[in-house]
């Protein structure tokens, strides 16, 4: 700190950061959870369609002898008390890497009930949710050729959860938006766009009305944007973001936004590639990683009718594949996702077919045996 | 008094007064003196002479978009005096950003107002001109119907919703705070009786305009207290008018499924923020804020009828631009009046021009002026007389 204090040409928090040498380093990096050449990564089925999807997963995995291990931690929102979900978080601490199912929030309960997937966010500090969206072959859509990045802000905005009423009958609820976090997440974004090539940055916000607050996440953006030239960025409002999206989606290239346009456009976006079925999320902190479905959905009227679409929570695992440098497993299994989906006949009811969720996965396991040669035969 | 009230005021006098049995409360003619004297908004709408009505033509494209709606208006003989106004805002005493006296004053008098579009500038300045509006007339109810429109092709067809948005609270309450430095806190309100007018609204316009259902949109999962506390108000309201069915979704779930298939939505009630998106959503289905009618309703009466595209100043001065969506809110204003003849006749004329696509404006995918298209639907009104 004293750094600060002592040279007065600092500025901002920007070039504070970027003089990251004057700082003593970081010296504890969490190691990964790597016994023995196997994985250990914490699963969370959750409520709905999440404990079967779950199930599909290990059984893929076993199947295609990915070095997984999963360790279970059941977390039950009935409870009022917090220690499921703290075990869970502990667990995720412990391996780095979580998949997970929805967990219902009944927002008929008291406010002191806090949402327990908000819960997970904000401990563990997973500050980008990223989801990406693309048309796939075989998926009848009224757009084509979609593929955007959305890269959300996953633990402040209007998810603090900050709410008074302070009069009866006049309640409050605070929207905070920091410096620090805004930031961090555009610094992701520009990241994750040059990483995978990207060319173009769009900042969604509704700074013509609340100017301070979008105000602030708009200006950190464009500070941010100043240190990629390559990458080209604009902003735009919100609700013209939504007329675009279902007029023009290919404009769009990746975008980053507050949480809960983060909410909205993601929805929508899923949406567009036809539905909450068909696309994986991510959420991404300093040191830990969670995966999800994308649009998270809990599936309460299908859940145990074996109609659910499982491919959404199977691209997931195919990211925390990535995530843990499995790459030839996360490709292998990718493609046979893929192939499977082209198969009009087996599409699930959410793409307007009759196949079901254990039909789809075993056709994914016999893509997968009539490819690679890492497979085991039945 | 309002509504139709003074007249069972003045039968009930009556009735007394000639049944003789009981005595006649001096309080009592007074009020039906008074109600005849001053007469109310509604009485006025009954009269068969000409209503004055508040045009508001905006900036940008505004002014020629109104002089349009005007001239169709002429040619299909609508008993509409139009009064404009600018809305300028103009700083009071005090230091306090309002509308300009004289445009307040013409509202008040004629209740009902067009308004075409107004410039908000981004990020600081004086105080977002709509807001302001609103905040003035409490205009509580933001009414968009979003139809389908035949001759205008979009990736969604047989749209039909209504989305009813409340307009003077929630997020857009404008009250925020720098904490400290690089921490900013904006602060959404929800109040009990904001919420109750609002839902109280959504029942009585599902009832009076024969729409089935309606369903709140909220994220009550997140925000308990606020999201909570308009469900309750709104469920509360569905007790009251039992004949619509009422079902709540979750702001997430209403978008994947909007996107998906619109058809299912019908009456659709929410706070601010989500109104927004939605109703910007929606007006996408259906072709864009170009063609999209809007209404707000407010308190004492009042409803001002706006078309909610920008000013386009690109545009601005060049005949080029679209007078779709101001001409259907005014057409939507027609309704509200009561002159649904003539409301009928301007609203078909309009379709069946777009239909025919031979006088298109750039934005529908032609190549005609602004002047051009209007004066086709002109001279179909005058056809049908």
New interface residues.
């Given amino acids: 700190m004293t750094f600060l204090t002592q040279n007065p040409t600092v500025t901002s928090l920007w070039e504070f950061l970027k003089n990251k040498d004057q700082i003593p380093q970081r010296v504890f990096t969490p190691p990964p959870a790597r016994y023995g050449g196997r994985h250990t990564v914490t699963l969370i089925p959750g409520d709905g369609i999440g404990p079967e999807l779950a199930h599909h997963v290990r059984e893929l995995f076993r199947f295609c002898c990915v070095p997984v291990d999963f360790e279970v931690v059941n977390v039950d929102s009935s409870m009022a008390s917090e220690d499921d979900i703290n075990n869970a978080i502990m667990a995720i601490r412990r391996n780095g890497v979580a998949l997970k199912g929805n967990i219902e929030t009944n927002h008929n309960l008291p406010p002191s009930y806090k949402s327990r997937n908000s819960l997970l966010r904000t401990t563990l500090d997973l500050y980008a949710n990223v989801m990406h969206c693309q048309s796939l072959p075989g998926v009848r859509t009224r757009h084509k050729n979609i593929d955007i990045m959305i890269i959300r802000e996953n633990t402040e905005g209007e998810y603090s959860s900050l709410e008074h009423e302070n009069v009866p009958g006049v309640v409050e609820c605070l929207k905070i938006i920091t410096k620090t976090k805004s930031l961090r997440i555009a610094d992701y974004a520009f990241r994750a766009a040059r990483a995978t090539g990207r060319r173009r940055v769009t900042a969604v916000h509704k700074a013509n009305i609340m100017k301070l607050a979008d105000g602030l996440f708009l200006e950190c953006c464009k500070e941010v944007a100043s240190g990629y030239p390559e990458i080209s960025f604009d902003s735009m409002i919100v609700d013209n973001t939504t007329m675009q999206l279902v007029s023009r989606p290919q404009q769009f290239d990746v975008m980053v936004m507050p949480n809960l346009y983060g909410n909205v456009v993601s929805n929508v976006c899923a949406g567009l590639v036809g539905g909450p079925g068909l696309v994986p999320g991510a959420n991404y902190g300093e040191d830990y990683a969670v995966f999800e479905t994308g649009t998270r959905n809990t599936g309460k009227s299908i859940a145990n009718h074996n109609t659910a679409n499982p491919t959404a929570m199977l691209l997931a695992s195919c990211l925390l594949l990535d995530h843990v440098k499995l790459h030839a497993y996360a490709s292998m299994i990718r493609r046979a996702i893929l192939s499977t989906i082209t198969e009009t006949r087996l599409h699930t009811a959410d793409l307007g077919g009759q196949g079901s969720t254990s039909e789809v996965v075993q056709s994914i396991m016999n893509a997968v045996q009539s490819t690679g040669p890492q497979t085991l035969s039945i | 008094m309002a509504g139709k009230a003074w007249r069972s005021a003045i039968l009930n006098l009556l009735r007394t007064w000639l049944s003789g049995k009981d005595k006649i409360k001096a309080q009592e003619v007074s009020w039906a003196v008074g109600a005849v004297k001053k007469g109310t908004p509604q009485a006025r709408t009954f009269t068969r002479g000409i209503q004055t009505v508040t045009l508001i033509p905006g900036d940008g494209i505004g002014p020629e978009i109104s002089t349009a709606v005007m001239k169709i208006f002429e040619a299909a003989e609508a008993p509409i005096q139009w009064e404009e106004r600018n809305v300028t805002a103009i700083q009071g005493p005090g230091g306090k950003w309002m509308i300009p006296p004289d445009a307040k004053e013409s509202m008040d008098r004629n209740k009902i107002g067009l308004k075409g579009p107004l410039k ?5 300045g004086h105080p ?1 001109m709509n ?1 302001l509006l609103r905040k003035t007339f409490d205009l509580y109810a933001n009414v968009r119907p979003c139809v389908s429109i035949e001759g205008y092709k ?3 067809s047989d749209v039909n919703l209504v989305t009813i948005r409340e307009n003077t609270e929630g ?2 309450s ?1 009250i ?3 904490i400290v ?13 904001a919420s109750q007018r609002i839902a109280d609204y959504a029942f009585e316009y599902a009832r009076n305009n024969q729409r089935a259902s309606v369903t709140a949109v ?12 308009f ?1 309750r108000k709104c469920r509360e309201a569905a007790e009251k008018h039992k004949d619509v069915k009422f079902t709540e979704m979750y ?3 209403v ?6 298939d619109p058809t299912q939505f019908d009456v659709l009630v929410m706070p601010n ?1 989500y109104g ?6 929606c ?3 259906i072709g ?2 170009g063609v999209t009618p809007s209404g707000n309703i407010g308190a004492n009466g009042v409803a001002i009828f706006e078309s909610v595209h920008g000013t386009a100043p690109d545009i601005a001065g060049k005949d080029m631009a679209n007078p779709t969506a101001l001409l259907l809110s005014a057409v939507m204003m027609l309704r509200h009046m009561g002159l649904h003849g003539h409301a009928k006749k301007i609203e078909a004329a309009c379709f069946d021009t777009i239909r025919d696509e031979k006088v298109r404006t750039k934005d529908l995918g032609g190549n005609s002026k602004c002047s051009e298209f209007t004066e086709a639907i002109c001279q179909r009104v005058r056809d049908m007389q």
Avoid: F, W
């Avoid at chain 2, 921490?183 to 009786?193: F, M, P, R, W, Y």
């Avoid at chain 2, 978008?255 to 998906?260: A, D, E, P, S």
């Fill in positions: 908000t500038p981004i990020a600081a977002s807001l979009t990736p969604y997020e857009y404008g925020e705070h720098v430095d690089g921490v900013v806190q904006s602060i959404k309100l929800i109040t009990e009786q909220h994220k009550a999962n997140i925000m308990r207290m606020s999201d909570g506390l469900l702001l997430d779930t978008c994947l499924n909007m996107v998906q923020l927004d998106i939605l109703s910007d959503l007006a996408g289905l864009g804020l």
